[in-house]
């Protein structure tokens, strides 16, 4: 298995402008993340799927950013307009889920490194 | 709030000694608590998962401590190696059995 796969590597926008995180998770897996990681406040949850379903986006920061989940194997994190303040590193993660009590491991993505000018 | 608290200074250690990495969290009761190790440039691998239940887990040259009365788990390396440096993530998991990821502490391993 390729892992949990996300696009872009790295972007560099300008403020104001839409960006938009796309990640694979592993097949069969029930569950999907999407944190940011910074130095100040480390890695945050943002928001999860269950079986594409939002569960949870109370750690979404504000209105403009937004995710979605359009069937089992993607999901994007927009935030539109940027800021700088958004810079970060935006993390996918997905974990298989036999019930959320057995502790199930969560399986990173390699991040996708945000620069807002 | 929740509050997880892991060393923020990184913790240097010569090779072949034992690192101990602290994980003190507040206003919670996880179920389990797990502990990642994060290289730089690359997103968190799992390493141990521990349960409410369990006061110690092992896995090769790793063991982590999990004390519910003093809501701390504590990470060990023995003989450890520079290969070994990175920073590590303490995760507890409350009811939501989602994990919480505190901020992690760096750990330097000289040769």
């Known amino acids: 298995d390729a892992g949990v796969i996300q696009s872009p590597r790295h972007e560099v926008t300008e403020m104001g402008q839409e960006v938009t995180l796309r990640c694979k998770p592993i097949?069969?897996?029930?569950?999907l993340f999407w944190y940011r990681q910074t130095m100040m406040r480390g890695l945050e949850l943002l928001i999860y799927?269950?079986?594409?379903?939002?569960?949870?986006d109370s750690g979404m920061p504000e209105d403009r950013f937004s995710a979605k989940m359009p069937n089992a194997s993607f999901s994007t994190l927009k935030i539109q307009p940027s800021e700088p303040r958004d810079s970060a590193v935006y993390f996918c993660?997905?974990?298989?889920?036999?019930?959320?009590?057995?502790?199930?491991?969560?399986?990173f993505g390699p991040g996708t490194r945000l620069l807002v000018l | 709030s929740q509050k997880i608290e892991q060393n923020s200074e990184a913790l240097n250690i010569q090779e072949g000694k034992t690192a101990t990495l602290t994980c003190n969290y507040t206003?919670?009761?996880?179920?389990?608590l797990q502990w990642y190790r994060q290289d730089p440039g690359r997103g968190p691998v799992f390493l141990l998962l521990?349960?409410?239940?369990?006061k110690e887990k092992r896995k090769e040259r790793l063991k982590v401590t999990f004390d519910t009365t003093l809501k701390q788990s504590l990470f060990h390396i023995t003989a450890s190696q520079p290969a070994d440096s990175a920073t590590y993530l303490c995760?507890?998991?409350?009811?939501?059995?989602?994990?919480?990821f505190g901020r992690g502490t760096s750990l330097i391993v000289h040769p």
């Open positions: 995760a507890p998991a409350g009811g939501s059995y989602i994990p919480t």
């Open positions: 206003n919670y009761s996880p179920a389990y």
């Open positions: 799927f269950n079986n594409n379903v939002p569960i949870d």
């Open positions: 097949s069969g897996h029930d569950y």
């Open positions: 993660a997905s974990t298989p889920a036999s019930g959320g009590q057995n502790g199930e491991t969560q399986y």
């Open positions: 521990i349960r409410e239940n369990e």
